[in-house]
T-cell receptor
Framework: AQKITQTQPGMFVQEKEAVTLDCTYDTSDQSYGLFWYKQPSSGEMIFLIYQGSYDEQNATEGRYSLNFQKARKSANLVISASQLGDSAMYFCAILNNAGNMLTFGGGTRLMVKP | DAGITQSPRHKVTETGTPVTLRCHQTENHRYMYWYRQDPGHGLRLIHYSYGVKDTDKGEVSDGYSVSRSKTEDFLLTLESATSSQTSVYFC??????????????FGSGTQLSVL
């Protein structure tokens, strides 16, 4: 079984500042994938970033980067230069080795203050 | 858009009645998933399919059944709806071509209320 834990139910960040959303995971697989999704108030699920367990470099996608610390089983999302449109729920997820099951954490609600 | 259509978008039903939600894709993707989203629980996997007539249970499968008779359609059935099944239901698809970084594409969700 695999599990994702997001310990921050809600966070505030000032516009233009950077913010880190925490994600820790538990899996017995040697190979796995880690994803972050954004869910705005409109409800759709938007893919943000992916990190493979054997990728040596941290993934980056524009203002999003993933701080991957394999030994600590953490995959934190860093958003640089926060914008008002970043206010949303953010979900961390892990894909198992077989590649057939994606398990989500409980999410973090980010609120960006002007 | 990833070519996923969920129907209906909203449904209100009574306890004890059967309900079927439909997910239709135009992408010919191998994997299809049903998740439910509840406050405080994030998204939890109900069932998934890895091909026609190939399905498996997820984390919260009790009270739900699924069928996939065609690549493009994945049906979720609540045989006898209960109030605890009031939730937002998301369908998702994934190519399944073997590339490990394939992401899930999500439908728009179905809001189900069981009274």
């Amino acid at each position: 079984a695999q599990k994702i834990t997001q310990t921050q139910p809600g966070m505030f960040v000032q516009e233009k500042e950077a913010v880190t959303l925490d994600c820790t995971y538990d899996t017995s697989d040697q190979s796995y994938g880690l994803f972050w999704y954004k869910q705005p108030s409109s409800g759709e699920m938007i893919f943000l970033i992916y990190q493979g367990s054997y990728d040596e470099q941290n993934a980056t996608e524009g203002r999003y980067s993933l701080n991957f610390q394999k030994a600590r089983k953490s995959a934190n999302l860093v958003i640089s230069a926060s914008q008002l449109g970043d206010s949303a729920m953010y979900f961390c997820a892990i894909l198992n080795n077989a590649g057939n099951m994606l398990t989500f954490g409980g999410g973090t609600r980010l609120m960006v203050k002007p | 858009d990833a070519g996923i259509t969920q129907s209906p978008r909203h449904k209100v039903t009574e306890t004890g009645t059967p309900v079927t939600l439909r997910c239709h894709q135009t992408e010919n993707h191998r994997y299809m998933y049903w998740y439910r989203q509840d406050p405080g629980h994030g998204l939890r996997l109900i069932h998934y399919s890895y091909g026609v007539k190939d399905t498996d249970k997820g984390e919260v499968s009790d009270g739900y059944s699924v069928s996939r008779s065609k690549t493009e359609d994945f049906l979720l059935t609540l045989e006898s709806a209960t109030s605890s099944q009031t939730s937002v239901y998301f369908c998702a698809i994934r190519p399944g071509t073997g590339t490990y970084n394939e992401k899930l594409f999500f439908g728009s969700g179905t809001q189900l209320s069981v009274l």
